[in-house]
Structure formats: structure tokens, C-alpha cells
């Protein structure tokens, strides 16, 4: 089964944040959009996966966008920056899926979907900012560590989960003591994202007792966002409904008002 060896062996085999990338994240932050987007423009790669998530039914443009230039200026730094660390996940992502049944094109309605979701409710709470934004791209990269991890012994998850019937992320904890949470933060520093982003996907989790002010918050609002993405059928039938255990007290408080939030986003695209 999974060791914590097998755990840093993975994180040391994470590439470093590719300079592209680095220089386009660089010039985001000093809000020079037109520098960033001639920077993507030099990768192929990142700028196929730009034009791909933003022309994903989520946004609701009513034509294709294309132009890279059109695509950062539409964007704006806090959500330009947010596609970009997107990206830096989508480089970990495998081309097929073993533990989950996710196709690319499911991964990338994921992101997005979680992307615009969550910039609605940092509007909600009066709390957006570029950081802030950005910490829902952490998400998504634990169900990728999950894959790659528990992808080798299938067999031997299936048998523990039918006796027992835990989640993904118990599991780990169990046999590691690292949660999925905690890899994210491992990812994060490997890739130079500022702890403020971080910190918020560790208190998604729902665990730790002792957070308290705008982490506690945004961690209650991350948290009931990731379970009610993924309540959504297509990832119920993929598999990621048995990622990690929802924790109902924890954001019981917040509930109506999530789903007034959500609701909206729902009936508005």
C-alpha cells in the first residue's frame, strides 16, 4: 500500500514551475496584462489550455475566443493569475485516468466550474482578492495526487473501502499521516504559491479546529463549493463522491446562504 516514501518521491518528481510561466505570473502580479499574455503566447502548450478553459460553456462567451492578448484583458489579473497556477495543476494531470473515470475535457469543465463559482462567492463575502482567488486551483490537484497515488493499488483500496467504507483522503491519513490537503501545501511550495493560498485549501479540509477569521470562512465556503461540484452527476459517476468526507457541522452555519450564492450562479450560467 502507500508508503510515505512513495508520498516524497512523488513531490520530488514535480517539475519545477516552467520559466514561461514563472515570467508571465511575474508580470501578472504587476498587473502588466499585455507582457503576460505575449509570454503565453510563446507556449503552445499554455496557450491551447487557455483558449480551452475559457471557451468552456462556464464562461458563457458567445464566440470563441482566441486571441491571447483579448483572452488576459478579459480576464484581469486576480483570474489571469488563477488560470495560470490552473495550468501549473493541468501539467500534473494524467493523460488517462486510473482511480477516477475523468476525461480531459470533465478535468477542464471542473476547473472552470470551480474557478467561476468561487469568484462569485469571494464577491459574496466581500473577500476577492488575487490570492484569495487563486486558492481554488489548489482543489483540483489534490484529486490528481489522489489518482496518482492510489492509481497502483486499486485492488487493494477497493477491498479497504468495502470493509470499512472510507473516503480517499482517511485512507492516506491512516496509512501516511498526510492528508491530500496537506500534499497540496507540499505542491504549492514547490511552485513558490504565497502560503495565503494554501492555507485556505488546508482549511477546507474541515479538520483543523483552530482556524479561525477570513481562513475559517473562506475554508467553510471552499469546503460546501467542493462537495456540491462534485454531488454534480458527471463526477458522482467518475467516482470523486468518495474523495473525502464532508463535514456537515462545519458548514451547516453558512448553508442557505451558500445556496442562494450558488443558486444564482446556477440560474444566471
Given amino acids: 500500500m502507500i508508503t510515505s516514501e512513495q508520498i516524497t518521491l512523488y513531490i520530488q518528481n514535480i517539475p519545477p514551475t516552467p520559466e514561461v510561466v514563472r515570467q508571465a505570473l511575474m508580470y501578472v502580479r504587476a498587473g502588466d496584462l499585455p507582457k503576460a499574455a505575449k509570454c503565453a503566447e510563446d507556449d503552445p502548450a499554455l496557450k491551447l489550455y487557455l483558449r480551452t478553459l475559457v471557451n468552456r460553456p462556464i464562461y458563457s462567451f458567445r464566440n470563441e475566443v482566441t486571441d491571447i492578448a483579448q483572452i488576459f484583458g478579459i480576464l484581469g489579473t486576480a483570474t489571469a493569475q488563477q488560470i495560470l497556477y490552473s495550468y501549473l495543476m493541468n501539467l500534473l494531470a494524467p493523460k488517462e485516468w486510473s482511480l477516477f473515470a475523468l476525461s480531459s475535457h470533465a478535468f477542464y469543465d471542473l476547473q472552470a466550474s470551480l474557478g467561476r463559482k468561487w469568484e462569485r462567492i469571494l464577491n459574496h463575502l466581500k473577500l476577492h482578492s488575487r490570492d484569495n482567488e487563486s486558492a481554488i486551483t489548489l482543489l483540483p490537484a489534490s484529486i490528481i495526487v489522489c489518482d496518482a497515488l492510489f492509481k497502483d493499488h486499486l485492488d487493494e483500496v477497493k477491498q479497504l473501502r468495502s470493509v470499512k467504507a472510507l473516503d480517499y483522503n482517511t485512507i492516506l491519513q491512516r496509512?501516511?499521516?498526510?492528508?491530500?490537503?496537506?500534499?497540496?501545501?507540499?505542491?504549492?511550495?514547490?511552485w513558490e504559491i504565497p502560503s495565503t493560498v494554501s492555507d485556505i485549501v488546508q482549511a477546507s479540509s474541515g479538520a483543523n479546529t483552530s482556524i479561525s477569521g477570513d481562513t475559517k470562512i473562506l475554508g467553510q465556503w471552499m469546503h460546501l463549493l467542493l462537495f456540491y461540484e462534485l454531488s454534480q452527476s458527471v463526477y458522482v459517476s467518475a467516482g470523486l463522491n468518495e474523495f473525502i468526507d464532508f463535514q456537515i457541522e462545519f458548514v451547516q452555519d453558512i448553508y442557505e446562504s451558500f445556496m442562494q450564492v450558488v443558486g444564482y450562479d446556477e440560474s444566471n450560467g
Avoid: N, V
Avoid at 175 to 190: H, M, N, V, W, Y
Fill in 175 to 190: 496509512l501516511t499521516g498526510s492528508t491530500l490537503f496537506d500534499l497540496c501545501t507540499q505542491i504549492a511550495e514547490k
